[in-house]
């Protein structure tokens, strides 16, 4: 890539650890109706849209034909209002390390940025990290109708930065977020073990590696 022009971030996994409190409250509205999920099955769940997440788990437990569409919702959101009560003290000190300093080297070179989170709570969380004015844009999650692993969302966050995907990079932690990433033909850097995020053109382990040097050089 001869220039870097934009940075499209994920948020849950990327900007921020809400992806712990996810699974905490999945984990708690699982055991209600009699399903256990772990840390592993968790994998599957990072990046998908709350309802999606829901019938993943209920699926997974055998129980996917057992509740109405009216249940479900229920389900849903007492599932948002426990993961809203986990996340009410989140504060800037929960950005993930090295974010802050990529941001401003972004910035000083130049290059745009926009969120593309699945979840209807990124202003709220961009807002408690006191981070929001940072990025350029960020993509409603709740105008987005196919849930990452479809590009909709990254192809959406291209449109309002007003750039082609050749001059863009993605960063996702979640293996349904690369390939959301690779499909809007955007060079995708997965954040996290590398064996998960087997697709993404290069993988970091940890938000601390982010330099643009090393997004540039991703020819
Ligand atoms: P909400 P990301 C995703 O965020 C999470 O990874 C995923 O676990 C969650 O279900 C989804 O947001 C929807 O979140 O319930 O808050 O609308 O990784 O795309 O930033
Ligand atoms: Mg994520």
Request: net charge negative.
């Amino acid at each position: 890539m001869e220039k870097l022009d934009g940075v499209i971030f994920d948020l849950d996994g990327v900007i921020t650890d809400t992806a712990e409190y996810h699974y905490r409250a999945w984990k708690e509205l699982a055991k209600q109706v009699g399903i256990t999920i772990n840390r592993e099955f968790n994998e599957n769940l990072k990046g998908v849209s709350r309802m999606d997440s829901l019938e993943r788990i209920l699926a997974y437990g055998g129980r996917l034909g057992d509740f109405n569409d009216e249940e479900k919702s229920e389900m849903a959101n007492w599932k948002n209002e426990l993961y809203k009560e986990m996340i009410t003290d989140i504060k800037p000190t929960d950005i993930l390390p090295g974010v802050v300093s990529f941001l401003d080297e972004l910035k000083m070179a130049g290059v745009r940025t926009a969120v593309a989170s699945a979840s209807k709570n990124a202003e709220t969380i961009l807002e408690a990290l006191k981070i929001r004015d940072r990025f350029d844009f960020v993509v409603d999650a709740a105008e987005i109708k196919n849930s990452k692993p479809d590009p909709e969302i990254f192809l959406k966050a291209l449109e309002l930065l007003e750039l082609s995907a050749d001059v863009c990079v993605g960063l996702e932690d979640a293996a349904a977020g690369i390939d959301s990433i690779k499909g809007a033909g955007i060079r995708a850097v997965g954040i996290g073990d590398a064996k998960i995020l087997s697709h993404a053109d290069i993988v970091l382990e940890g938000t601390e590696q982010l330099r643009l040097k090393t997004l540039e050089a991703l020819a």
